[in-house]
């Protein structure tokens, strides 16, 4: 979970978003999926949320199957009238053949992207950057507030996830691919500049430069 203000501010993200769908990765159970839904609901636009959710593994093994991740998910969102705005996938975006089917299935321009799962920021945006939206709002969770404490206070699990979060947003940021606007917590809240209207490429290369940054920078931790 993300501190309420967060989701509050998800809340007016939403309402307060251009025309288009919006794209949430790594739902857990519904929170934000039903903040961004609420926000769709009440600015009264024919648009919905994708909330991609690979509901075994990790976190989800402590409630049960991925049938069961799967109820809990749909039913918080139906809990809130919200069938009809939030459309639920269960798709591991780690998966590559699974990966392709979802990138048919989710058509831009999207409106909003709001990315909470395993840190992989390079994959999804390889995948997803290029249906946003010159402008659309760009929101990444599990980025360090300070590097010192999360270095001793987490678990290596958690404390790679923020780091692969930092590098990967440091890259984009400093490509000019996202722009911070405020950040609370751990969550950037950030925009796709409105100059960018190109096809962006992305390259496995690249990626594998990436990909070293952070085994060095885990290995140091
Ligand atoms: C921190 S939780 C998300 C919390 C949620 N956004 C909220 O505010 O309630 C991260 C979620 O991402 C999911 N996840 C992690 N890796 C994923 C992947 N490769 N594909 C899809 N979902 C993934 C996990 O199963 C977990 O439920």
Do not use: W
């Not at 929170?31 to 961004?36: E, K, N, P, Q, R």
């Not at 989710?106 to 939206?133: K, Q, S, T, V």
């Not at 960018?196 to 290369?205: G, N």
Request: aromatic fraction near 8%.
């Amino acid at each position: 979970m993300m501190p309420v203000r967060v989701y509050k501010q998800l809340y007016r993200c939403a309402l307060e978003a251009p025309d288009g769908d919006m794209l949430e990765i790594g739902a857990a159970h519904g929170a934000a999926s039903i903040s961004l839904g609420l926000g769709l609901r009440d600015a009264n636009r024919p648009f919905r949320l994708f909330a991609i959710e690979k509901c075994e593994g990790g976190s989800r093994d402590a409630y049960g199957s991925s049938e069961v991740n799967r109820r809990i998910l749909e039913g918080n969102v139906a809990r809130y009238d919200l069938a009809g705005h939030v459309e639920i996938l269960t798709v591991d975006l780690s998966h590559h053949e699974v990966r392709q089917s979802t990138e048919g299935h989710i058509r831009g321009p999207l409106a909003l992207i709001l990315h909470d799962a395993d840190g992989e920021l390079y994959r999804d945006f390889m995948l997803f950057y290029n249906l946003l939206r010159p402008g659309a709002t760009v929101i990444i969770d599990d980025l360090p507030v300070d590097q010192a404490a999360y270095r001793s206070s987490m678990d290596s699990a958690r404390t790679r996830k923020f780091v692969k979060a930092r590098i990967y947003t440091d890259h984009f940021v400093g490509k000019g691919l996202i722009e911070p606007m405020f950040q609370i917590r751990h969550t950037l809240f950030a925009r796709k500049p409105v100059n960018i209207v190109r096809d962006t490429q992305f390259s496995q290369a690249e990626l594998n430069v990436l990909r070293e940054s952070i085994a060095k920078a885990t290995n140091h931790s």
